[in-house]
């Protein structure tokens, strides 16, 4: 069986809001097409997923199945779409992350001398995007503002509060120069950087 993710989405947003208009504006869509997508998916699954009667749209037992199956797997894909992403940057290039005050010049130099041939992006980030541009794949590094969620992320104190920052999992040469030499690097933003280890 061949799943389109596509029509899955569909199903997802009319799962969690039970009600097919309101679906089709949260996906930008008319409501007769995606009531067209549902409709197909069902045909390929070979399952009814809603019951539709003036009391309103509701769940069959095997739509309740897929509501929960179908995040996982979507989940799933979007992981492993970033995981693409990020493998095929490996090596040629690294994009890190910044928060305006912060000063990157020196490393982009070290990492610049470092990997001759390496392309180093640098991209200013919000409080919201310097932790979710690494847990999306967006970003390979970030130089970061305490508060955030440190789970599943290897974390240097840089100063006071700002810290570099990337995932756990991660392994590449270029990430472990990072961490291994980021005190060494430079000054990040006006003072000298405070001496820490990584988490």
Same mark, same amino acid.
């Given at each position: 069986m061949d799943l389109d993710l596509r029509r899955l989405r569909h199903f997802l947003a009319v799962a969690d809001t039970l009600n097919f208009g309101r679906a089709a504006e949260t996906l930008h869509l008319a409501q007769p097409a995606l009531s067209r997508s549902v409709a197909a998916l069902e045909r390929e699954l070979g399952v009814k997923l809603f019951d539709r009667s003036r009391a309103g749209t509701s769940l069959t037992p095997a739509g309740k199945l897929l509501h929960d199956e179908a995040r996982v797997l979507l989940r799933s894909t979007d992981a492993l779409q970033r995981r693409l992403v990020v493998a095929a940057r490996e090596g040629r290039g690294v994009t890190i992350g910044f928060r305006p005050g912060s000063v990157v010049t020196a490393m982009v130099r070290h990492l610049e001398q470092r990997f001759p041939g390496l392309a180093v992006t640098t991209v200013p980030t919000s409080e919201a995007d310097q932790i979710a541009g690494l847990r999306d794949g967006r970003l390979d590094a970030s130089l970061a503002l305490r508060p955030f969620n440190e789970q599943g992320l290897t #974390? #240097?104190? +840089?100063?006071d509060?700002?810290? +570099?920052v990337v995932e756990a999992g991660r392994d590449s040469p270029v990430l472990r120069e990072l961490v291994r030499n980021a005190h060494a690097i430079g000054d990040y933003c006006g003072a000298p950087p405070k001496i820490g280890g990584a988490v």
């Open positions: #974390v #240097v104190e +840089l100063t509060h700002m810290c +570099l």
